[in-house]
Each structure stands twice: as structure tokens, then as C-alpha cells.
């Protein structure tokens, strides 16, 4: 059949409904899923996305016509689908979802048993080849269809990572941006003694309110503004399909994801002594320090989930974080999930030392080990990469330089990772400094060499 190849992205599939992808394309993808793995049992979920609901049916539909018996359990948010596969232990799983795309978009993550991502080099190679040939093995009787609600037992999952005895009664901004999280934080706060202060937790995939990608600093513009109106102690921003978390101290100060990466090490070395633990290499200096403050091993990786998730399972991390808010855990089958990382940092600021007001300040908290200045991620695009990459090493001749992903270039007072991006012509600038002055002054020079146009 006609597919445009771009929807296969490295990890899943994305593109533009109808006219990328439909429900043709997803029965289609269904039926393949089921021939490459074999699968007797799949679990299939969806988000609230205005598509969904008809790539879900045609998916499903595809996936029984391979012989696969299938549960369907609704709207789910993604990492809600990989405890699924986890706990009752389906042959394969999969979620329509375009996460943190626009509306117009929707899209699909696969996984085999134990919530295991589908290789980019395999099962996904053989999926696109099964479509392009048209060669989609049917059988003479459909698989099984079956409806099972999950939510209880993933919320009892969740909190089975924390002491919910010793939880203080915070106040929190939640904002779901009219994503998943609106359906799954209400179950969650039933079990919590805090208040909940809800922002855009009405299902809606035409996202009414502002984009459900709470990385831009646009998107969590309401969030800041409602922690401090309400005086709250802290707040959370999900993406569209709940399976990434930010955080918002009481200053409406956003967190970054190593910052969370930091505070989720400390927890799980307290309970875990002596673990290993996973961060990748765009991360704050600040990781790996707490990591081995609180007698962890850091493990410094590449950028990505299919690059982490093996590393963790070969040396038995407990948990690995990324910058863009991924957080993995050894004991959810080495799968993602933002909402265990939310209720393990609330647990960590409830035993916090408290402040005046009963309560600990998760600013305080995080000043007690971040001490560095970053500039975030800063795209350029750039048409000879290799070139700029070499003019950057150069440009650096006393530093320390490594190529585990793209090139970091440490200084001593300031070190950046400089990465192409594996979809677009763009380099990736992401730098900390020791003071916002050497942070401000380097970014620019960094950015002057990547963005200087000709030969030099």
C-alpha cells in the first residue's frame, strides 16, 4: 500500500491525520505488529485526541486479523499502557497517541512484551516493508475483543513506589493541558491527603487552552501564573499523553528535567543505597554530584529511550532520567512514567526538612545542589553540520572534548554539548556554566561560530 515513510520516526510513528496517516495505514500497521511478533495477546490504548477513537478501532481490528486476542482499555495515558503490558503480560502493546504534537496530528507507540520499545532497525523495518509489499498475513478466525478498565490497578502501582503515610498535605497546581493526565491526576489525588488545584483537565484534542508540550516556556506561562495566585507549594505540568512531567517551584520557577533527574536520585538512593543510576549527557553537572553525594554510580549515556533502557537493564539501574522529562524505573519494567516521578518527588519534599510554614520549599530543596547556570536548549539551523562541528572542536583547543553525542566540549568553568537533530538540518546547543555572566558570555560566542555563515 502507499505510506509516506516519513511517519516512521526513530521510536514511533507520527504524522498529519488524514492526509499522512488514517485508518487504512493503522489497520494495516495493526495486522503487521501481529505478524512480526506473533503475537497471541496485545493490549491496545488511545488518548483523547479528536482522531483516536477511529485509528483505535481500525488498529485493533488489524491487530485481530493477524490472530491476536486484544484488550482494549480506552483512554490511557502511555505510561498507563506500558505498566499494561508489564503487569498482565500481553505480547505486545500500543497507544494512538501523538504525545505532545498539535492537534492535527496523531500517531503510535509500540511495544513487545515486558513494555520492550520496537527497534528502530527491526520491528519497525519489518513493518514498513510488510506495508510496502503488501504482504500482511490474515487468518481464518479474528482474534478475540475484550474491554478491561486498568486504572485502579496502575494508580495502586504507581503509589506502591512511595510511603503515601508520610505525604504533607501540599497544595498543588496540576496543569494537564487538556491531555491525559486530566483523566488519570483525580485517581491519583483520591489516594493523596493534598489539595488539587486543577488547570485544563477537560479531555480535548483540539487543545483549546495552549499546546500539551509543557518543554516550551510558552506552555507553562498559566501554570507560573496560577502556582503564585494560589499560593501553591509547587506545580506539575504534563504532556499530551501524561508519560512526561515538569516541574514548577512555589516562585513559579521552572524545573528542568535533570533537576528532576537529581531530586527522583535522591529518593531512590535512600531506599536503594548504592544503585546505579542513568542520566544522559545533556544533563547538569549537578546529576551525576548528587548521584554520587548519595553513594549512587552514575552512568553518563547518549540522548533517548532506546539508547537508556538497554544501558539500565545491563547494569540493573533502578532509574534513569533525561533532560526532556523521560524518567525511567527498574522496577516498571524499565518503562517511562512522569506520574511516578511527581509522587516520588512529593514523597522526597514531604520528608524535606520544613520551613516556617509547616511545610519544606521545593526551592530550597533544589538550591541545596543545584549551583549552576544553563542556557536550555537553543536550535540553529546549519547546512554543513560536520563542518560546524569540527569549527566548534577547534574554536576549543584547551578543553576537555568527548563525541559520545554529537561533541561536549568542557572548559572547567563551562562546559556545552553541541548534537545534530536526528529529523531537521538543526544543531542542538545546550550549555552550563559556574555564573550566569561565563554562561551568557559562552553562549553567545558558541552560538556566533554555529550561526556565522561561509568559510572561514
Not at 493534598?194 to 477537560?202: G, H, I, K, R
Not at 544522559?280 to 554530584?289: D, G, H, R, T, Y
Not at 548528587?290 to 549512587?296: E, F, H, L, S, T
Not at 524505573?329 to 509522587?343: P, Q, V
Request: hydrophobic residues 40%.
Amino acid at each position: 500500500m502507499q505510506v509516506d515513510e516519513t511517519i516512521f520516526k526513530a521510536y514511533d510513528i507520527r504524522g498529519i491525520y488524514p492526509s499522512q496517516i488514517n485508518a487504512d495505514i493503522y489497520h494495516a500497521i495493526g495486522m503487521a505488529l501481529g505478524n512480526i511478533l506473533n503475537a497471541k495477546s496485545g493490549v491496545v490504548g488511545r488518548d483523547m485526541r479528536l482522531s483516536s477513537s477511529e485509528l483505535a478501532s481500525a488498529f485493533i481490528d488489524g491487530l485481530r486479523s493477524s490472530g491476536t486476542n486484544v484488550t482494549d482499555i480506552g483512554l490511557v495515558s502511555t505510561d498507563a499502557l506500558y505498566f499494561a503490558v508489564g503487569k498482565y503480560g500481553f505480547d505486545c502493546g500500543a497507544i494512538i497517541t501523538a504525545s505532545h504534537n498539535p492537534s492535527n496530528y496523531n500517531g503510535l507507540k509500540m511495544c513487545k512484551k515486558e513494555a520492550v520499545p520496537l527497534s528502530a532497525d527491526v520491528e519497525m523495518a519489518k513493518i514498513k516493508h510488510l506495508l510496502k509489499t503488501d504482504n500482511l498475513r490474515t487468518v481464518d478466525k479474528k482474534g478475540s475483543l475484550s474491554n478491561r478498565d486498568i486504572l485502579k490497578d496502575f494508580i495502586n502501582h504507581v503509589l506502591s513506589f512511595i510511603d503515601v503515610s508520610v505525604i504533607k498535605p501540599f497544595k498543588i497546581v496540576v496543569d494537564a493541558g487538556n491531555g491525559m493526565a486530566g483523566k488519570i491526576i483525580p485517581e491519583l489525588f483520591k489516594n493523596l491527603p493534598c489539595q488539587l488545584v486543577p488547570m485544563y483537565f477537560e479531555l480535548d484534542g483540539s487543545f483549546p487552552n495552549h499546546p500539551a508540550s509543557p518543554i516550551e516556556p510558552e506552555n507553562i506561562a498559566d501554570l507560573r501564573k496560577r502556582v503564585i495566585e494560589e499560593k501553591a507549594d509547587f506545580g506539575v505540568a504534563f504532556d499530551g499523553d501524561a508519560d512526561r512531567m515538569f516541574l514548577v517551584d512555589e516562585n513559579a520557577k521552572p524545573l528542568g528535567g535533570d533537576m528532576i533527574t537529581a531530586l527522583v536520585s535522591q529518593s531512590m538512593l535512600k531506599k536503594h543505597p548504592g544503585s546505579t543510576i542513568i542520566y544522559n549527557l545533556i544533563c547538569s553537572k549537578a546529576v551525576p554530584e548528587v548521584i554520587k553525594a548519595n553513594g549512587g554510580k552514575p552512568i553518563r549515556t547518549k540522548v533517548g529511550h532506546a539508547i537508556i533502557k538497554p544501558i539500565m537493564k545491563k547494569h540493573k539501574a533502578i532509574f534513569g532520567g533525561e533532560h526532556s522529562g523521560h524518567f525511567y524505573f527498574r522496577d516498571n519494567w524499565y518503562a517511562d512514567s512522569g506520574l511516578i516521578a511527581f509522587t516520588v518527588c512529593l514523597e522526597l519534599l514531604s520528608k524535606s526538612p520544613i520551613d516556617i510554614n509547616g511545610k519544606a520549599k521545593l526551592s530550597k530543596l533544589v538550591a541545596t545542589f543545584d549551583k549552576y547556570y544553563r542556557s536550555g536548549e537553543i536550535n540553529s539551523t546549519v547546512s554543513d553540520i560536520p563542518g560546524k562541528l569540527k569549527e566548534l572542536t577547534e574554536a576549543f583547543p584547551k578543553a576537555k572534548i568527548d563525541s559520545l553525542d554529537g561533541i561536549t566540549i568542557d572548559a572547567g568553568s563551562f562546559w556545552f554539548n553541541v548534537r545534530p537533530s536526528n529529523t531537521e538540518p538543526l544543531l542542538r546547543l545546550n550549555l552550563e556554566a559556574e555564573s550566569e555572566q561565563i554562561m551568557r558570555k559562552n553562549t553567545d560566542k558558541v552560538l556566533t561560530i554555529i550561526r556565522k555563515q561561509g568559510k572561514r
